[in-house]
Every structure is written in structure tokens, then in C-alpha cells.
């Protein structure tokens, strides 16, 4: 790709709303992770980092195999997100990693952090990498203890203030994560390799693997828990259903049963993401950006549908209002858009005298296409209306177009047999309009139709015109 258009598609990426990146992010990375289109997530992902963290910042801490910070870091990769994004756990802020690093070459593990530079000095000298991961091991193991002894209370110790050196609070919030991950980097390296690139369908056999998996001591901790389900649902297709996990657990799908066990944080991870991706619905509808919408409401639908049949919720649950308010968000999000869009297709197909032609608004071919980009959105949300509430709304709505935009059409073609010149092509830009607005209710057939109506309407009334001229002559 060349540098213009590598810009353009960076300048493209920082116009969205953190959200819309955080969504794009977590879809390329799971591509990668799934070794799908690798070349085009590598650059993509790139990008948006490079937007997210800033440009100078990028190049700072850029992914080098001799980077001493990436190397130690590394096994937190997978669980970064971004410090603008909502957090949840099994996660940490890609902006932690920094302070922490500087902390530790400061105070936490100087003599380590000194030791292990120079020995990447020297793999770097000798141009062979033997050795190396047995040094980064070894770093990590002395990074985690430190960290496990500036967090550990001792008497006359002002541990606050020792946190308080090494960063914000969400940096010292990050802190116990990145510490218990780089312990138990064998069992999570083994836990990724055992798991199936891809869970298409997390079933009970591939649960039973799952839980196979997660049989080993480090992982089964709280602080780890959270880390290794995020692991697992980066390679399901549809991430919600990590529920399935903690309900085999608790051999029941009452919310109580699966709550009381360690595996209760699965529903956790997944009422939050949902929630997540219905913000991130919420700001593209309100900046008019509908490309994904399609997707997003079937991830929504089927992980709405997933939590209210797969457990047993209680309206007035943690969980059950969580989801109750996940479901109103949605609804609200679609509902003030599905109700914009019958004043929309008005505005362009109304029929009006042709006196009134003169001061009409100009039909603009681009409103045209976001109209029927929302008609289609419309029609996209009647499929999963019942399931995010908005099923009268949807219905109503759809209906509603369809018996006018079918009215209309026909009123406007049989318009342009007569009137001035003038108002027949204003007419003619509303039957177009009209023609394409049919195009997505009705389908292709329908709207050629109507168009060959259009055109035998137009040369009917040439003819007629040119034998009066005849006539007159």
C-alpha cells in the first residue's frame, strides 16, 4: 500500500469514535489470532494503534524482538486494550505497560532490568538468539516478584505511597494483572495451545476440552480466572458463549448456582462486552455510519437471545438488570433512528403542484443513498426487532414504507405524463429516488418494472407533445 494511501485509510480510522475502534480492534486481532487475512490485520491494527497512542508514541515503544519492555511484556499482548476503552477484567491498559517499566528500571527490579538489557546487548553482538528465552523467563519471574512484594502489606510500610511511585491509580490497578499473568506464562502459553484456533460452536465435547485445558492450579485463581476465559473467548466465534462454560461448571443454569462458583465471572465478561458493543452500535447510528450495523445487531441479537434462554435470570438480579439495560439501550439507539426515516422518504417523494416545483428543495443523489442505506437498516432491524425490543416499532415502521413508497411511485410516474417541462424533471429525480427506495423494499424486480413504467410514461407524453406540435403546424 502506498504512503498516500496508508494515510488515508489512518485519517479514515481517526475519524471514528473509540468505540467503533475499539470494535475494529478485537475484530482484526481475533483474525489474527485465527490467522485470517493476515496482511491486511497486521496493517490495519497498525494503524489504529498508531491512532489510538499517538504517532510519536508509536515509534517509542514500536514491536522490536531486542525491546526489552516487549519482550518482558509480551505475554500480556493478548488482553491490552486501549486506556480510552471500558475495562473489565482479564484486561489491562496498553498505557500501564510504560510506567511499569519505567518503575521497575527505577526501584522495583533495577539490578534485573540492568542484567537483562545486557544480556540482550550481547544476543544482539553475537547475532544468534540462544539463550534468549530462557533470559526473558527469567526477567519475567523476577519482574512478578517484585511486583508481588511492593503489593504485599508489611508492617510500618507505607505501602500507598509506595504504589503511588509507580503511576495513577489505573496504572496501579493494571498492576497485580501484569504481575500474575507473567507467573503463570507457561500455564496460559498452555492453555493457547491446547484451545482450537477457532470455536465455531462452542459444544458440550468442546467444552469438555475446554475444561481439560483449564485444569492446572495457576489458572483456576482469581486474579488469573478472568485472564484465561478472555484467552477463550478470543477464539470463539460468538464470545457470549463462554456462559456455556460456567454453566457446565455449576451443572445448572440458575443464575444463583453458576454465580456461587469461581466461573460466575464468564457471565460477567460477557454481559460487558455486549454492553460495549452496544455502545459502540449507538455511536455509529448517531454519527450516521451504518456499514457494520447488519453485523452488530446479529452479535447483539444472538448474545441477547443466548443469556435470557441459556440461564435462568431473575428481572431483579445483578445480572438480569444488566441485561434489561443492555436490551433499553439498544431499543432507544434504534428506535429514534427507525422513527426518522418515514419523514425522510417524504421529504423526497411528496408530490407537490407544479407551481410549488420552483421552491422545492433540490433532490441530492447522496440523500437519496443514506435514505435508502436507512430504509435498509430498517428492514435489517425487523430481523432481530423481537429479541432487542423493538418489535412494534420496527414492524409498524416497515410497513408504513412500504404501502408509501408503493403509493408514491406509482403517483409519480403517472405524473410525469403530464405538467411543464420543468416539474416533469423535478418529477423524473423523484422517480428515481422513488425507483431506488423500491429497489430495497421490494427487491430488483419490482423496481425494474417501475422503471419501464417511468420510461414508457416519459415517451408517451414526448409522442402526444410532438403530434400537437404536428396538429398546430
Known amino acids: 500500500m502506498s504512503q498516500t494511501s496508508t494515510e488515508r485509510l489512518r485519517d479514515y480510522l481517526a475519524q471514528l469514535p473509540p468505540q467503533a ?29 498508531k ?20 519482550l518482558l511484556f509480551r505475554p500480556i499482548e493478548p488482553f491490552l486494550i486501549e486506556s480510552n476503552f471500558p475495562m473489565r477484567p482479564g484486561q489491562v491498559r496498553r498505557t500501564s505497560l510504560q510506567p511499569v517499566w519505567q518503575w521497575l528500571a527505577r526501584e522495583g527490579a533495577p539490578e534485573q ?22 533470559e526473558v523467563r527469567k526477567f519475567q519471574l523476577a519482574v512478578a516478584e517484585a511486583i508481588a512484594r511492593v503489593a504485599a502489606p508489611v508492617a510500618g510500610d507505607d505501602r500507598h505511597r509506595s504504589l503511588s511511585r509507580i503511576g495513577p491509580p489505573n496504572v496501579v490497578e493494571d498492576l497485580l494483572s501484569i504481575g500474575a499473568v507473567l507467573r503463570a506464562r507457561e500455564a496460559m502459553e498452555t492453555l493457547g495451545g491446547r484451545l482450537p484456533s477457532q470455536l465455531r460452536a462452542f ?12 485444569n492446572a492450579p495457576p489458572l483456576q485463581t482469581p486474579q488469573l480466572l478472568p485472564f484465561a476465559l478472555s484467552l477463550i473467548m478470543q477464539r470463539l466465534a460468538a464470545p457470549w458463549q463462554i456462559i456455556r462454560l460456567a454453566i457446565k461448571m455449576a451443572a445448572s443454569d440458575d443464575e444463583i448456582r453458576v454465580a456461587a462458583t469461581p466461573f460466575g465471572i464468564a457471565v460477567t465478561l460477557a454481559l460487558h462486552d455486549l454492553s460495549f458493543l452496544a455502545a459502540c452500535l449507538r455511536t455509529d ?37 444488566q441485561l434489561t439495560a443492555i436490551r433499553a439501550d439498544i431499543s432507544n439507539s434504534l428506535q429514534s433512528e427507525i422513527d426518522s426515516v418515514p419523514g425522510r422518504v417524504r421529504r423526497i417523494l411528496r408530490q407537490r403542484a407544479d407551481k410549488d416545483i420552483s421552491s422545492a428543495p433540490k433532490i441530492d443523489e447522496t440523500e437519496v443513498e443514506e435514505t435508502a442505506a436507512l430504509i435498509d437498516f430498517v ?19 416497515y410497513s408504513d414504507l412500504q404501502h408509501y413508497v408503493e403509493q408514491s411511485t406509482e403517483g409519480l410516474v403517472q405524473s410525469l405524463r403530464g405538467g411543464d417541462a420543468k416539474a416533469r424533471a423535478y418529477r423524473q429525480t423523484q422517480v428515481k429516488a422513488a425507483i431506488r427506495f423500491c429497489e430495497v423494499l421490494f427487491g430488483h424486480d419490482y423496481a425494474s418494472l417501475m422503471s419501464r413504467a417511468a420510461e414508457n410514461a416519459v415517451t408517451g407524453e414526448r409522442k402526444s407533445s410532438e403530434r400537437k406540435a404536428g396538429r398546430n403546424g
Not at 459444544?203 to 483449564?214: R, Y
Request: charged residues 30%; negative net charge.
Open 285 to 321: 447510528i448517531r454519527r450516521g455510519q451504518l456499514d457494520n450495523v447488519g453485523e452488530q445487531l446479529k452479535i447483539l441479537h444472538d448474545g441477547v437471545r443466548g443469556l435470557r434462554t441459556e440461564l435462568d435470570l431473575r428481572n431483579d438480579s445483578t445480572w438480569g438488570r
Open 21 to 49: 475502534q475499539a470494535l475494529l480492534m478485537r475484530g482484526f486481532e481475533r483474525a489474527i489470532e485465527r490467522g485470517e487475512d493476515l496482511a491486511v490485520a497486521t496493517l490495519v491494527l497498525e494503524q489504529l494503534r
Open 51 to 70: 491512532v489510538v497512542r499517538g504517532a510519536e508514541e508509536d515509534e517509542a515503544i514500536r514491536p522490536r524482538s531486542d525491546d526489552p519492555a516487549r
Open 113 to 134: 532490568a540492568r542484567a537483562f538489557e545486557m544480556v540482550l546487548a550481547e544476543i544482539r553482538l553475537s547475532g544468534s538468539t540462544a539463550g534468549l528465552e530462557a
Open 379 to 397: 428492514a435489517v432491524c425487523r430481523t432481530y426487532a423481537s429479541e432487542l425490543a423493538i418489535n412494534e416499532v420496527t414492524l409498524r415502521t
Open 203 to 214: 459444544t458440550d465435547s468442546q467444552i469438555i476440552s475446554v475444561t481439560s485445558a483449564l
